[in-house]
């Protein structure tokens, strides 16, 4: 069964310190997400992709946080710096058409602590 | 805006009683709304859906909800819980930004199932 996948799984780095973690969504998924899950509540977008295109990246940090994906395929995202308040799980997740009705399919997220 | 909200951030039940887990919407438009499970450590597993077919839903692992425009809610049931269940559910509603669509969460319920 396909899976989106993300690595790495788990990273730990210290303050002020870049951070990028990778994507790669289920075959044909046009469409890609990448969220933020503080600790005790639920993810929240901070970039969605079509294809290699930015379709909102309102909630994007973008003095710290840079989001790509070039040939429309796999993605990055990066911190740089890192600043403490990041520590959280960064989750992908992909979807095959733009219909809304279905579903996003998540990857196992990358849990970032910073110290 | 599209809004969810979860009521009660942890429901404890016995191993075999009813799983009752709440979830209010706020849409501006015919909600689509969903509900995710996470298990620790792992990315959000889609359990159903509402898309404005049937309103009583079924979804994997015996969960159910039933949409109710009148009451905007969207509750998810399961006759018996078991233990595997313990897990943070996710209400999330269809949200729509700038032309682009994405999901909105709710905070969580952690499910504890007690033997």
């Known amino acids: 069964e396909a899976e989106v996948a993300q690595s790495p799984r788990y990273k730990i780095t210290e303050k002020s310190q870049a951070v990028a973690f990778w994507c790669d969504p289920i075959s044909g998924h046009a469409t890609l997400y990448w969220y933020r899950q503080i600790l005790g509540q639920g993810p929240e977008l901070l970039v969605q992709?079509?294809?290699?295109?930015?379709?909102?990246d309102s909630q994007l940090p973008k003095d710290r946080f840079s989001a790509e994906r070039l040939k429309g395929v796999d993605s990055t995202l990066k911190i740089q710096p890192a600043e403490l308040g990041d520590s959280a799980m960064y989750l992908c997740?992909?979807?095959?058409?733009?219909?809304?009705?279905?579903?996003?399919?998540f990857g196992p997220g990358t849990r970032l602590t910073v110290l | 805006a599209q809004s969810v909200t979860q009521l009660g951030s942890h429901v404890s039940v016995s191993e075999g009683a009813l799983v009752l887990l709440r979830c209010n919407y706020s849409?501006?438009?015919?909600?689509?709304l969903f509900w995710y499970v996470q298990y620790p450590n792992q990315g959000l597993q889609l359990l159903l859906k509402?898309?404005?077919?049937?309103?009583l839903v079924k979804g994997i692992n015996g969960f159910e909800a039933e949409f109710k425009k009148s009451e905007t809610s969207f509750h998810l049931t399961k006759p018996s819980a078991h233990m595997s269940d313990a897990a943070e559910y996710f209400c999330?509603?269809?949200?729509?930004?700038?032309?682009?669509?994405?999901?909105?969460f709710g905070k969580g319920t952690k499910l504890t199932v007690n033997p």
């Open positions: 992709f079509q294809d290699e295109s930015v379709v909102d």
């Open positions: 999330a509603v269809r949200g729509t930004q700038g032309g682009s669509e994405k999901l909105v």
């Open positions: 997740a992909s979807r095959p058409l733009a219909y809304s009705y279905n579903e996003q399919f």
């Open positions: 509402y898309t404005s077919a049937a309103t």
């Open positions: 849409s501006s438009v015919p909600p689509y």
